[in-house]
């Protein structure tokens, strides 16, 4: 049978609402015009709040990498000493990128599912006296792991002038970040995880400390060149062309937040976790992520009863959802659920519910409706703590 849509539930790219598939149908319009440059002044203040600065963020036309790539070229020059934490995919793609860029890499191995301690980034950090920047992942979207940035910014701050740089793709949006308040040099993100928009927009911040560096920096750059981004965002103007239907999307996209509110956004992000987790313990599936570094937009479950890939595959195939499967060493042992951006505890309910026929048909061994009934009171208590407080 065709299917007209699925039930998108990857750790992204993430469903779009449709008041922004709406904004993005508006006629094109001239990206030099006075519309544009309207446009990017009404949208540009209104993303800082989401960064946690009183500092510009910048819009780029790119992935999550191409951000990613801006922050290590324009954060470095060629010979300098970096460390990068790598617990996952993620973090093993910004030391990628650093190597690339000719940076010298101390990696911060850590095993994947789990967060990296502060005191090993602090050790690492004396160990490596001359380090220019320590470059961490807040979400690791691999693994579901949330690694605590602000308190490794804070401690790195504490002893060395290290730049702190952050990936916050799949996070932003989702997670509370506060940028100004730890100490973060640079947060970087994209458009098609928790901002609920299509890929081709990158997002970045960059600290007043981040700027000297910036500035001082004589590393030749082009079309990632930050310092283009913010002068020609005083002006209204991007450098280059951008995605003017995705701008017109981003407008909603804050005023959908500006809505709902920031802190209630990061509260249902974290009501969809708790749901999400106390039903998979309920059916007996194994976590890979503890609770205290659990992300609250993406879940990973690494099963011993069954293939991770034949779950997708029925999930798929039977009832339209889509759910992200593990990466490099971990392709074919984990399956991931994004519940990040637009998405909401009924939607959690409706995957638990799937995921419960297709167990049944895989043999695992669960009480029927455990997962759901668990969804449930999770709800409720989450609900009942966030109203006492």
């Not at 002044?41 to 510009?56: C, H, N, Q, V, Y």
């Not at 004396?126 to 602000?150: R, W, Y």
């Not at 002068?231 to 991007?238: V, Y």
């Not at 959908?256 to 749901?275: A, F, S, T």
Request: aromatic share 6%; proline share 5%; hydrophobic share 40%.
């Amino acid at each position: 049978m065709k299917r007209e849509w699925d039930l998108l539930h990857t750790p992204g790219p993430t469903p779009v609402p449709p008041s922004v598939e709406r904004a993005m149908n508006q006629p094109m319009i001239g990206h030099r015009g006075q519309k544009c440059k309207d446009l990017l002044k009404e949208i540009a203040p209104r993303l800082k709040p989401l960064f946690g600065t009183s500092e510009d963020v910048l819009i780029l036309s790119g992935s999550g990498t191409s951000a990613l790539e801006a922050a290590v070229v324009n954060a470095t020059r060629p010979g300098d000493e970096v460390i990068v934490v790598v617990a996952g995919a993620f973090g093993d793609r910004f030391a990628k990128i650093c190597e690339t860029y000719e940076l010298k890499v101390h990696r911060i191995e850590v095993e994947w599912g789990e967060a990296v301690d502060v005191e090993r980034v602090e050790s690492t950090l004396q160990a490596f006296e001359n380090t220019k920047a320590v470059f961490l992942t807040h979400c690791e979207t691999s693994t579901g792991v949330i690694h605590p940035v602000e308190e490794i910014a804070l401690r790195v701050k504490e002893i060395s002038q290290a730049l702190v740089v952050v990936d916050g793709v799949s996070s932003i949006g989702g997670v509370e970040i506060n940028m100004d308040r730890s100490g973060i040099d640079f947060v970087v993100t994209g458009s098609q995880k928790a901002m609920m928009l299509p890929p081709g927009l990158a997002f970045a911040a960059v600290s007043k400390y981040g700027w000297e560096v910036v500035e001082q920096n004589d590393r030749p750059r082009f079309y990632l060149d930050l310092r283009s981004y913010r002068n020609r965002l005083g002006e209204g103007q991007t450098p280059f062309t951008p995605p003017l239907s995705l701008l017109f999307g981003l407008s909603e996209v804050l005023n959908l937040l500006d809505e709902e509110g920031l802190k209630n956004v990061y509260h249902r992000h974290q009501l969809m976790k708790g749901m999400t987790r106390e039903a998979f313990k309920a059916l007996n599936l194994p976590l890979l992520v503890s609770e205290e570094a659990a992300s609250a937009t993406v879940t990973s479950v690494k099963p011993n009863t069954f293939q991770a890939e034949d779950l997708r595959k029925m999930a798929r195939e039977e009832f339209g959802l889509i759910l992200a499967g593990g990466q490099k060493h971990m392709k074919g042992q984990v399956f991931r659920v994004g519940h990040m951006g637009y998405c909401r505890s009924s939607q959690v309910l409706q995957y638990i519910g799937i995921l419960e026929i297709i167990l049944k048909r895989l043999g695992h061994d669960f009480t029927s409706g455990a997962g759901v009934a668990a969804a449930q009171e999770a709800y409720l208590e989450i609900i009942k703590e966030v109203q006492e407080c």
